[in-house]
DNA sequence: CGGGGTCTTTGATCAGGATCAAGCCCGTGC
DNA sequence: GCACGGGCTTGATCCTGATCAAAGACCCCG
């Protein structure tokens, strides 16, 4: 089934040979058979740690299906999320030795990878490839600063509002549908994982999610299915001006 | 004469008309006589705004000497610094109508700049700049992602040291100096600007920058010039471990 | 030299979110 | 059925940094 992402030129990837619902992010718009020769797949469950930072660097690709996380570490333990990965996102970079970053699934993954040194190899001679990665970089680089005035500025309500907006739009994405009132999906993240997210501690995470509940901002449904019944009520809450909205 | 940053490959730029002791990162290393034939040189001085969130995009180039900031403001006017241009630094980005930040010079700052329209037709024609482009980017987004380690966990006191740090290694690297002790530097940045950076309030930025001077960590002369009398114990203020440093 | 403005420092108080501490919900296995 | 455990919620208290307020430091310009 095709599938498009708005602001990405993903298209699907009929030659992918496992079932899943979303993007492979290269396969499918490179047209390249020699990136056919050198990709395999691999699955990761919740929680499984699929890099670490520091250690040498030996996945190169991108999500298929699932929910992956980017964290760093202070010395003392206090831990950030700095990139969340989702289908379609790319993971690692060529040229580089070392993993930037604790790379972790958060829900079950899919990845589709390529050798690293066959990949980096492809793009010394097929330079269109890395006009993709410039643009998805560029991609990222506007949503970690989206994210940076999120952690900067913004109150613990407005920080979980704004999430809600994020993963809102990137699930009605991709389902091809637009965000609107009554909209619902299940959130890909533990409380834990939101915390880490967003600068906060879970319990503040706890209460805030509460307190749009009673509110009425949202509907919750057990813990993880939230229900939006007027979305402009919730970007109201997100603390975003008209349509400055959050990227990706 | 010759300047070397360590991160990058930016070289000298002898074929720049005007006096300075920076980079223009693209002239320099891409060897393109096309690019002089479209580029041109602009000052602004401190306060001017270079482009302004929402407008349509006018200028791509790169900063030549000063210091320039990337910003995004609230509804309610709270303001987020949300990227640090020195010189070397790219600004603008092909491709892309309308500029996603506030663009203001913090000092005196000169850009090395091109005009739109002809420097996106010599990107489709010479892709070598591209692959320079995806390495400035990604050094982007490791420091963005640095940035907002700083935001999401770390102690007020912790952002004062680890904005010093970043400070005292650009200005090293820019002079080919080592970073170490009795290092001295002058702060680029206002009080209010550091404190946009930081996601602070100006007291605090005042307040902590007391505090460390009277824990004997740094010490002032005047108000923008600091020296740092032992290097290793202004690193253990930053929260950083080890020598995660960092990037940019 | 003085005056006005901007930038900075310092003080007093307040509040948002962290921390510490129970308890709850729900799936899982015995 | 029941105990266990992980994830989540709620409550009480504390503390860091924001806010409100005022006074110094510095600078440009007459």
Redesign the interface.
């Given at each position: 089934m095709p599938q498009t992402a708005p602001t990405r030129t993903a298209q699907s990837c009929p030659q992918c040979p496992i079932r899943h619902s979303a993007v492979c992010s290269l396969c499918g718009p490179s047209e390249l058979a020699e990136l056919d020769a050198i990709k395999t797949y691999q699955t990761f469950q919740a929680g499984d740690v699929i890099a670490w930072?520091?250690e040498p660097q030996t996945i190169v690709g991108s999500v298929v299906s699932g929910v992956a996380t980017?964290s760093?570490?202070?010395?003392?333990g206090?831990?950030?999320m700095?990139?969340l990965l989702l289908p379609s996102d790319f993971i690692g970079?060529s040229r580089t030795q070392v993993a930037?970053?604790d790379v972790t699934a958060a829900t079950e993954v899919t990845l589709c990878t390529f050798r690293k040194r066959a990949f980096d190899e492809m793009l010394d001679r097929t330079?269109?490839i890395?006009?993709r990665?410039?643009q998805m970089?560029?991609d990222?680089?506007?949503a970690?600063?989206?994210?940076?005035?999120l952690?900067?500025?913004?109150t613990a309500r407005e920080k979980i509002a704004s999430l809600l907006v994020i993963v809102a739009r990137r699930d009605a994405a991709l389902h091809r549908r637009e965000v609107g009132n009554g909209v619902s999906f299940r959130l890909p993240l533990t409380r834990e994982a939101m915390a880490d997210y967003?600068?906060l501690t879970i319990e503040t995470v706890s209460r805030q999610i509460s307190a749009l509940r009673k509110a009425g901002v949202v509907e919750m449904h057990g813990t993880r299915d939230v229900t939006i019944p007027d979305f402009g009520r919730l970007l109201d809450e997100s603390?975003?001006?008209?349509d400055?909205g959050i990227v990706s």
């Amino acid at each position: 089934m095709p599938q498009t992402a708005p602001t990405r030129t993903a298209q699907s990837c009929p030659q992918c040979p496992i079932r899943h619902s979303a993007v492979c992010s290269l396969c499918g718009p490179s047209e390249l058979a020699e990136l056919d020769a050198i990709k395999t797949y691999q699955t990761f469950q919740a929680g499984d740690v699929i890099a670490w930072a520091g250690e040498p660097q030996t996945i190169v690709g991108s999500v298929v299906s699932g929910v992956a996380t980017l964290s760093r570490t202070l010395a003392d333990g206090r831990r950030q999320m700095v990139g969340l990965l989702l289908p379609s996102d790319f993971i690692g970079r060529s040229r580089t030795q070392v993993a930037p970053y604790d790379v972790t699934a958060a829900t079950e993954v899919t990845l589709c990878t390529f050798r690293k040194r066959a990949f980096d190899e492809m793009l010394d001679r097929t330079m269109h490839i890395e006009r993709r990665l410039l643009q998805m970089t560029l991609d990222e680089l506007d949503a970690a600063r989206e994210w940076m005035l999120l952690l900067g500025r913004k109150t613990a309500r407005e920080k979980i509002a704004s999430l809600l907006v994020i993963v809102a739009r990137r699930d009605a994405a991709l389902h091809r549908r637009e965000v609107g009132n009554g909209v619902s999906f299940r959130l890909p993240l533990t409380r834990e994982a939101m915390a880490d997210y967003l600068g906060l501690t879970i319990e503040t995470v706890s209460r805030q999610i509460s307190a749009l509940r009673k509110a009425g901002v949202v509907e919750m449904h057990g813990t993880r299915d939230v229900t939006i019944p007027d979305f402009g009520r919730l970007l109201d809450e997100s603390g975003d001006d008209a349509d400055g909205g959050i990227v990706s």
